[in-house]
């Protein structure tokens, strides 16, 4: 049975691939800081890719962000999503950050759960957002992503290239999204 907050999320983005399973012992400190629906989609459908990898939902005890890169962010953040290039959803005193990292910039949401997550299939959102026809020509460029990669630009927007096609790799995100970090500040 899926979270009522997370049907229309999951017909936008169906869960895919290799699940890592919640385990309530490892993720007990998480549970405590978020809402509690979005503890039940992590028991029901675990940790993994949604949409053939254009969204991630990544285990809490595994940052993609590296403390102090990103203003905005303190310790108490909960990274929730991710997108294939590199954004980050933060839950964050009570309510949901969207990173957009090409910007830096930190855009805060209400804390409804079922708003934000049906706000996701939103056409338009899909379209600019999680970039969703470049997706699909970098996956088809490139190959599925691993949980610890996503599709980035090359050279970076920020240092003379731009968010196009013939820009794009595929990387690993941590080292990425700190070297993003730098240059947008």
Request: glycine share 10%.
């Amino acid at each position: 049975m899926v979270v009522a907050e997370f049907e229309s999320f999951h017909e936008a983005f169906p869960p895919d691939g290799d699940r890592e399973p919640y385990d309530a012992t490892r993720f007990a400190s998480f549970a405590d800081k978020v809402p509690v629906a979005l503890v039940s989609e992590w028991r029901q459908v675990g940790f993994g890719s949604f949409g053939s990898g254009i969204l991630w939902m990544p285990p809490p005890d595994e940052p993609v962000l590296s403390d102090g890169d990103w203003p905005g962010l303190d310790s108490s953040c909960i990274e929730v999503l991710r997108t294939a290039f590199g954004n980050v959803c933060i839950w964050q005193q009570d309510q949901f950050h969207w990173l957009s990292v090409y910007g830096g910039k930190l855009h805060s949401f209400p804390g409804d759960v079922e708003l934000f997550f049906y706000g996701l299939g939103d056409k338009d959102f899909r379209h600019t957002v999680l970039r969703e026809r470049i997706f699909n020509i970098a996956r088809d460029r490139l190959g599925d992503l691993s949980k610890d990669e996503c599709y980035g630009f090359a050279p970076l927007p920020t240092l003379g290239g731009a968010i196009a096609e013939k820009y794009l790799i595929k990387t690993r995100m941590r080292e990425y999204l700190s070297m993003v970090a730098q240059t947008v500040g």
